[in-house]
């Protein structure tokens, strides 16, 4: 396997080079400076063919769980905590400031990060998967793991799955586990070579540890439901598992893996997702991180990831991995407001970083993430981005990497980064920024708890949907978490568009004023699902059907 990082074009520009210099002629173009020419024609080959030789990166995927845009202080100046381990990994390598995950909710961000294709194309419509269900992730598709490992890697995923598996059942319940059995289906189908870790979020049982194919132990206890505010449910519990264990093993486990990976000597690269189950409730930080910020424990929790996250990276440098390897840290949704607004706003800390609303919602607070990428052998130090970049676009941007193509049938909606990487469209950071804006990703759609859908153009956003969609103010029920009462949502109009280049909190709907752009955009989002993709290529068979109320809204933009 060869790995062109370095494409036809480069070749072809020095090509270009050679053509137009005439070799008669007096002056600059004259047989001494051919020669010059020559020379650094000559270097710039050898440099491309030992760049062009470079061995396919690692990729070190870490993902958190819940951590708001705002609760990273490169993000956030008025933090009330310090994340430096990731200001750190920030000013080593690229920060995108438009990042998105593709739902405001854990399992949907997930399968469309792992398979480069938007969830609600599948079967699950709104909310997430728990514990006990089967795979989400249809049989035989192509994931970003599957892709590598048929192009050499070596794969793993430590962490929190929240995808699915098939147990061993003893009965018609879903809870009718055989845990002495192995699971099928589970992260080994869909190209990871190991596993490690749990089934669903850490407030959903099973709480069992999982290795491979199966549970490290039957459960023997079980847990009753946390005491109010609910922070997790009960269910059976394995005698070997610690809900605080879980982020220190998840990490262990990584250490390891690097120290295996180092010892092996088969120049196989490797990818890693870690899918953290942290911060996301319930909230427990290590000892040695409790009270450790003065404010919640909350904000301990995330300085105890920030902290990992500098574990890993000097892991990384110790085993000589790290210029070659390409690490991403981002979010699979906004922060939760479970973990507890208010008691923020006490240190006037807005983990949603002045956009609105939270985790579960179609508005930026729900989706919009910290997206960080290191690799130092190809990404300029220090460097920001405003392109716009979807969680989704890893696959296309790994097939990119590689020099290869991706089936039509699979990451239908997954649009290389590789050039913004590369410096195509990053900035200094610093005074005197003159973003240019990737033409790579030119929209991208928005997915919320309930199943509602925004599509984002440049600075417009529409909401196909008069309320949140999550669980933020306006909702038809009324707000556990946030104290807010019920709205009847046929007080309000049917669309919200917002231009966040000039409104970037949403508070401003201007739908009414420009029904041109919500007709546009309303197009192309029913273009988009009618296709079965949001790319060019093949048309995919579409799930429009009478049974999606979510997208009734579909023919008022014929
Ligand atoms: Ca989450």
């Not at 589970?186 to 990871?192: D, E, K, R, S, V």
Request: proline share 9%; glycine share 8%.
């Amino acid at each position: 396997m060869t790995l062109s990082l370095f494409p036809q074009k480069i070749l072809e520009t020095q090509c270009h080079v050679i053509r137009d210099t005439p070799s008669e002629k007096k002056g600059f173009f004259g047989r001494r400076n051919n020669r010059v020419i020559l020379a650094v024609v000559a270097a710039l080959f050898i440099a491309v063919a030992a760049r062009a030789a470079t061995p396919p990166p690692n990729i070190v995927y870490i993902l958190a769980d819940d951590l708001g845009i705002g609760d990273v202080s490169c993000y956030n100046p008025q933090s009330a905590w310090q994340t430096p381990h990731l200001d750190r990994l920030a000013r080593g390598g690229l920060r995108f400031t438009d990042a998105h995950s593709a739902s405001s909710l854990c399992t949907p961000a997930r399968y469309a990060l792992l398979t480069g294709r938007y969830a609600w194309r599948g079967r699950l419509k709104q909310g997430v998967l728990q514990g006990y269900h089967p795979p989400l992730i249809e049989a035989h598709r192509p994931t970003v793991a599957s892709f590598l490992r048929e192009h050499g890697y070596t794969t793993a995923v430590f962490g929190k799955w929240h995808l699915g598996l098939d147990w061993t059942r003893t009965g018609t319940q879903l809870e009718n586990v055989d845990f002495a059995q192995p699971f099928a289906n589970g992260p080994l189908a869909y190209g990871f070579d190991r596993f490690f870790g749990i089934s669903a979020s850490l407030d959903m049982p099973p709480y069992v540890w999982l290795a491979n194919d199966r549970a490290t132990a039957v459960p023997t206890a079980t847990i009753a439901d946390s005491p109010v505010p609910k922070l997790w449910r009960g269910g059976p519990i394995g005698p070997d598992f610690k809900m605080e264990d879980v982020q220190p093993r998840l990490i262990e486990k990584s250490l390891a893996f690097f120290a295996e990976r180092a010892a092996a000597r088969d120049a196989k690269p490797f990818f890693l997702y870690l899918p953290l189950a942290a911060p996301h409730t319930p909230i427990l930080p290590s000892r040695e991180f409790e009270g450790k910020t003065h404010t919640t424990s909350y904000g301990d929790f995330v300085t105890q990831v920030d902290a990992d996250v500098g574990r890993l990276l000097a892991a990384l440098e110790k085993h000589g991995f790290a210029k070659n390897t390409l690490i991403i840290f981002t979010s699979d949704n906004g922060f939760a407001p479970a973990a507890d607004v208010p008691a923020h706003a006490k240190f006037n800390h807005d983990p949603s970083a002045g956009y609105r609303g939270y985790k579960s919602d179609l508005f930026e607070g729900g989706h919009r993430v910290p997206f960080i990428a290191h690799w130092p052998a190809i990404i300029k130090a220090g460097t920001t981005t405003p392109a716009l970049v979807e969680q989704l676009d890893l696959f296309a941007t790994c097939a990119e990497i590689l020099n290869t193509e991706i089936a039509a049938t699979a990451a239908e909606d997954s649009i290389s980064f590789l050039a913004l990487l590369r410096g195509g469209g990053a900035t200094p950071s610093g005074p005197g920024d003159s973003p240019v804006v990737s033409p790579a990703r030119t929209a991208l759609v928005s997915h919320s708890a309930e199943g509602r859908f925004a599509i984002r153009e440049g600075r417009w956003k529409l909401l196909l949907w008069p309320g949140s969609g999550g669980w933020s103010s306006p909702t038809p029920a009324p707000s556990q978490w946030l104290q807010t009462p019920r709205t009847d949502l046929a007080t309000l109009p049917p669309f919200q568009l917002y231009d966040l280049s000039a409104d970037p909190a949403e508070t401003t709907n201007v739908a009414s004023a420009h029904p041109e752009i919500v007709q546009r955009l309303g197009r192309l989002l029913r273009a988009d699902i009618e296709r079965g993709r949001s790319t060019p290529g093949t048309p995919q068979p579409a799930t429009v059907g009478t049974d999606w109320p979510q997208a009734a809204w579909i023919t008022q933009f014929p």
